[in-house]
């Protein structure tokens, strides 16, 4: 008897790149997938110019919705994505990337073993000759492989290439919209939480273009401070106890280059790791900077504050 196969909402948050989104929607015009079996959902997270002329050429070959909002970060965007989809499944992947043609088949195939696991691919750096692109790949390569050395145990994938029952993603509220970055953090451990499995599916592949300069490198990396911030907050608010770090990650962050026999640009790369590693420590201590005062504002409201005597 044939499985019936789900149906996917691929969810596209997108901000003021244009180009890297038409890319990524011919990408998917090309998917190995029936097309009455998926829908594309481009959410426009405020951008100011128009996506309907930009993705007109595809009316007619794919169901898609273009939806735009007010900006308020990719997490929010995913959110209002998913009221709008109808598919059994959620496929999240961000304007820069270009899944494989065999994507949606992979997730469908792991779907069909674990229903209810969130799944998670691999993602693959599509600018070789970006150093900052490949520092930010190599990164990913050592967090996929610590945290989720165990396929039936893993913790951790990224929101730019991610499936989840679109049920039980609506369950758990979805993405938490206060987050910027580290949304995929906080997903998969609230996930997991809930008592569902994270799966590896190596095979469901996309490509990622985000060409990085010194500065977008270092703000990237910033940014996932702030957010690794707040989300060691939300997991100390829900009972998981104080963040301590696990410094057998570091170690393989800074080793992997040898490892991976990375030996031309060897100095190159090591200083990218370690600059990625200062940028995230400098993030996560403006944030909590940022929160401690935010506080204290609160709490110093002129209700609180004592009364001054005169004479």
Known sequence: MRIEEPTFSIIIPTYRRPDSLRVCVQALRELDY???????????????????????????SLRMKILWQPNAGPAAARNFGALQATGDLLAFTDDDCTPASSWLRAFAAAFSATRTALLGGRTVNALRNNPY??????????????????????????????????????????????????EDRDLCDRWRSSGHMLRYVSEAVILHAHPLTLRSFWNQHAGYGRGAWLYHTARANRGAGPF????????????????????????????????????????????????????????????????????
Not at 139 to 162: E, G, K, P, T
């Open 34 to 60: 029936p097309r009455s079996g998926f829908e594309v959902i481009i959410v426009d997270d405020g951008g100011t110019v128009p996506l309907q002329p930009l993705l007109e050429p595809f009316a007619d």
């Open 133 to 182: 692109a490949g520092a930010s790949q190599l990164i990913i390569d050592v967090v996929y492989a610590h945290y989720n050395r165990h396929s039936s145990d893993a913790r951790f994938f990224a929101s730019n290439n991610m499936a989840v029952p679109a049920d039980l993603f609506r369950t758990l509220n979805g993405f938490n919209p206060d987050f910027r970055t580290s």
């Open 244 to 311: 301590w770090p696990d410094w057998t990650f570091y170690h393989a962050l800074l080793c992997s280059p040898f490892a991976k026999g990375l030996t031309r640009h060897l100095l190159r790369d090591v200083s990218l790791l370690m600059t990625a590693q200062v940028a995230n420590a400098v993030g996560c201590f403006k944030q909590a900077l940022q929160e401690r005062f935010s506080r204290r504002r609160r709490v110093a409201t002129p209700s609180d504050r004592p009364e001054q005597s005169h004479p």
